[in-house]
């Protein structure tokens, strides 16, 4: 197809002198994929054939010029129109009625420009206009198997375009093509339209199943394959990753893993982001590369902020060692996110990766349950490939009971809860580690403080009894608490 995602998808693209149909609703990218399809088999150097019944040459020409492509002498437009004899005069200001033009004369003048122009790849646009001359489903199907048995004669490879304007329930070309496509345009209640794409046949051939977020940029389609966890396994030793911190390495039974994933929760204000990225910092100090796909905040005021912890983002940005991305969850789909984490990975050797936070993910999500699939998918991925994920996910109050908008701590392979508390008539933090499937951590809870050296913990708060629930008991004597530095 020369659209890499695509070929991913039909595991190495088309088989050569088949018939392949390719379906979808207008704006959906059919025109793109077909012109995509001549322009690679023109760079290997494959004479194309683009019949259209539907759109004028200067129309496709235009349509690929704002991609950046020029038709060159390899790939011949053949713009099937009628003769004027059949145009009265109150249609000569008009476009083409397909029932002008008879079914026969048609079908001739396709012959004869594929014998002249001997083309390896040919694009037919579109069937709606041979299914409205056919005027039966009859007819239709045995015009389309004509086409088929003389396209095989000729050993070329043909993609047949349907937009689905008439007879969208006729099913009769799926049984006749080798393999069916269908391209979907979703419109939500907020952003811009979503589009996806789904095999849904292809003979003697396995493929990728399900659904697939694409969409259409200045230089074609960009498809990006569902991801499957499974697929994608190496081998990497799972050490134990250590902190900056003593008392949060103690907490956390010596460091995180590699190859293991961290969920921060807590509500919002009690420095989830900040824990995040100076995990990721320890890594970056140890020689490795990370990233970070900020959803929630604004990339300078986010610098700023961590200038004033001592953290100089910016500077790390531009070295190199970390890749810090602003996301905005209402113009990305879910399969381009995770084709940018996967991205990270693969080619510029990401060891950390942070998503902050899962509440500005989940509003690219169509609903919770696909959130729940699609993180799934990526963790496991991210796993198996040595990276260390750290997840952040802001709970709705900000004392007493938490509630999150969505559960994801059974993915995680290591939960750590923030919570405020009062205390001696002041708002204070506190940090615990509810769950580590990767080894021992320690069950207490201590408090922390955030300031202009960054998060510094305390000792365990052994002598507070209901510090989770907001407001504790104090137990004890003497003075457990952190004091402000000075």
Not at 12 to 38: C, D, I, M, S
Not at 171 to 192: D, F, I, W
Request: glycine share 10%.
């Amino acid at each position: 197809m020369g659209i890499a995602g695509f070929d991913d998808i039909l595991t190495g693209g088309l088989t050569r002198g088949r018939v392949y149909l390719l379906e979808g609703n207008p704006g959906t990218g059919k025109t793109t994929v077909a012109t995509q399809f001549l322009m690679e088999g023109a760079r290997n150097g494959e004479r194309g054939l683009y019949i259209t019944l539907s759109e004028t040459e200067d129309e496709l020409r235009e349509s690929a010029a704002s991609h950046g492509w020029q038709f060159d002498d390899t790939v011949t437009i053949f713009e099937l129109v009628p003769p004027e004899s059949l145009l009265d005069e109150a249609q000569q200001q008009s476009l083409l009625y397909s029932s002008d033009l008879e079914l026969g004369e048609t079908t001739r003048r396709i012959f004869e420009t594929v014998e002249r122009v001997k083309p390896s790849r040919v694009v037919l646009d579109s069937l709606s206009e041979i299914r409205l001359l056919a005027q039966g489903s009859l007819r239709y199907r045995r015009q389309i198997l004509s086409l088929k048995h003389y396209f095989a004669k000729n050993g070329a490879t043909v993609l047949l375009l349907d937009d689905l304007t008439s007879g969208a329930d006729d099913k009769s070309v799926h049984s006749v093509a080798h393999a069916v496509m269908r391209l979907e345009e979703l419109s939500p209640s907020y952003g811009p339209e979503r589009r996806r794409l789904r095999v849904l046949k292809y003979r003697g051939q396995k493929y990728r199943g399900g659904f697939h977020d694409f969409c259409i940029k200045t230089g074609g389609i960009h498809v990006f394959p569902r991801l499957v966890s499974a697929e994608h396994k190496t081998n990497f030793e799972r050490t134990r990753l250590p902190t900056s911190s003593n008392e949060l390495n103690q907490l956390l039974g010596g460091g995180i893993e590699r190859g293991s994933s961290t969920l921060i929760i807590g509500p919002a204000g009690t420095g989830k982001s900040l824990l995040a990225l100076l995990i990721a910092i320890a890594a970056i100090e140890r020689g490795e590369r990370a990233a970070a796909f900020i959803f929630d905040e604004e990339l300078g005021l986010l610098f700023e902020r961590a200038k004033g912890l001592g953290i100089d983002l910016q500077g790390m940005a531009d070295s190199g060692s970390l890749l810090i991305e602003q996301v905005d969850a209402a113009e990305l789909s879910p399969g381009e996110f995770t084709q940018k984490a996967r991205s990270c990975v693969e080619k510029a050797g990401v060891t950390t990766l942070i998503v902050d936070s899962l509440n500005g993910y989940q509003a690219a999500m169509p609903e919770e349950q696909a959130l729940v699939l699609h993180m799934h998918e990526m963790l496991q991925y991210l796993n198996r490939q040595g990276v260390t994920t750290l997840l952040t996910v802001a709970q709705h109050g900000l004392v007493g009971d938490m509630k999150s908008p969505v559960d994801v701590t059974y993915l995680a392979d290591t939960v750590v809860l923030l919570r405020y508390f009062e205390a001696l008539g002041r708002v204070r933090r506190a940090i615990s580690v509810i769950k580590k499937r990767t080894g021992s951590h320690e069950d207490t809870i201590r408090e922390y403080l955030i300031d202009s050296r960054g998060i510094t913990l305390g000792e365990p708060l052994h002598e507070f009894q209901g510090v989770l629930k907001g407001v504790p008991t104090y137990l004890g004597e003497g003075q457990p608490l952190l004091r402000e530095r000075v």
